[in-house]
């Protein structure tokens, strides 16, 4: 038997296992309808349900969820005038009296970037001249091109082809789309879309 045979996407039901499951791409849709019929809450976007139905399909119990933006949101927020010593409270949002605070210490380039909203959300205890410090060192990570998260993996797919085929034709890519979401997850299995441009059967 060939050992190149190419493996077939299956179908999406509850014979699967949570670890087949998760070594393809599915869609929304697709994950929305199997969670109905298992009976499995479909909010949350498709990383959420894809975890529950990952977790039901091995009859383990459903993943903690994250709590509510209310709660998150619950607590004293931080009025002016704030300095250097003001420390930051638990549920603390990036707020206006903050972004005047890090504008006047860092300048008018300042902005609230994704490493400056996860120290905020997730370093309560800290102080604001703490965050400042962790501007001016995250600065050379926040240049590089950043990772998008994984429920735009199309949209990452494409930056990513659009990258190794420069002018490159959208329905090139497309094709190429088609023929990566239907390959497995596996870790050892290459899917960056570097090859050259998808046959015509894409």
Known sequence: MSTNAVEVRPLLSTALTGAELLRWYWTLA????????????????????TAR????????????????????????QL????DGTTVIPAGQRCSQV????????????????AFMREYVAGHAGHTLAEAVEHWHATR????????????????????????H???????????AWRTHRSRPRDPDTPR??????????G
């Open 30 to 49: 697709e994950l929305t309808g199997l969670a109905r019929q298992m009976g499995v809450p479909a909010r949350g976007g498709k990383a959420a349900v």
């Open 53 to 76: 139905l990952a977790a039901a399909l091995d009859g383990r119990p459903e993943p903690a969820a994250a709590p509510p933006a209310a709660s998150r949101r619950a607590g004293r």
């Open 79 to 82: 009025a002016a005038p704030v």
């Open 98 to 113: 903050l972004r005047e605070y890090f504008v006047r210490e860092i300048g008018p380039g300042f902005h609230f970037d």
């Open 140 to 163: 050379a990570r926040a240049a590089e091109p950043q990772e998008v998260g994984a429920q735009f993996e199309f949209n990452r797919f494409l930056r990513d082809w659009h990258a």
């Open 165 to 175: 085929h420069p002018g490159g034709a959208r329905a090139d890519a497309m094709a």
């Open 192 to 201: 960056a879309p570097a090859g050259g441009p998808p046959s015509a059967g």
